[in-house]
């Protein structure tokens, strides 16, 4: 018996300690962006991989295209509309030459990603974000959200692609 009442308080007391390790808000972290008031996903580096892509001129990144769970089904089972609760996550990074890749190639042919420049958010909810095409944008750096003229420019860029719900990127098999 005595033996039992030890396993129980052993149970318990794992049990206790899991639930207090939550982290009180999985939701959502840090400051919320002035225009579309969005805050940065919580988890939003480990979702799924859509597509990356390569931005010279000014830009001169590597970024990869991610989406939460919602957006991932909608792109898969091929819908031209993203229901809501889908978020669409843009990472970008310098696009950087890479000499240690470059010595073992034995050529100049290698480039990475180097320190990150912005991530940006595309946010679901066609009823709070009806104005803009039921989207809501953000953008942060360092965990810091851009200026309002920022979020001012993003919809009016994204218009020319209203007919795949205003989503450039399509998805990299
Ligand atoms: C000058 C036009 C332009 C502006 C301004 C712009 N975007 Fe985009 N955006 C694009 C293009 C083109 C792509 C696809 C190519 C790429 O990712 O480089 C894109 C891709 C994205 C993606 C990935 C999903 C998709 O549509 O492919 C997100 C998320 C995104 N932008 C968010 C934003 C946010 C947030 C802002 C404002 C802070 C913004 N964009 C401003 C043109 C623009």
Not at 46 to 68: C, P, T
Not at 104 to 131: C, E, H, I, L, W
């Amino acid at each position: 018996m005595k033996r039992i009442a030890f396993l129980l308080v052993v149970v318990a007391l794992v049990v206790g300690v899991a639930v207090c390790e939550e982290p009180p808000s999985k939701a959502a972290e840090g400051k919320a962006d002035p225009v579309f008031g969005i805050k940065i996903p919580a988890g939003y580096r480990d979702w799924k991989l859509i597509s990356v892509a390569h931005e010279a001129g000014n830009l001169n990144d590597l970024r990869a295209v991610l989406g939460n769970d919602v957006a991932i089904k909608a792109y898969r089972d091929r819908k031209r509309q993203f229901p809501d609760g889908a978020i669409i996550a843009r990472l970008a990074w310098i696009y950087t030459i890479s000499d240690e890749n470059n010595k073992v190639f034995g050529r100049d042919q290698s480039f990475v990603a180097g320190a990150p420049t912005n991530v940006q958010f595309m946010v679901k909810d066609s009823k709070r974000y009806a104005a803009t095409g039921g989207w809501g944008f953000a953008q942060f750096k360092d965990g810091q959200p851009a200026d309002a003229a920022v979020g001012r420019t993003c919809f009016a860029c994204h218009e020319p692609v209203e007919d795949r719900d205003f989503v450039f990127t399509h998805y990299a098999p």
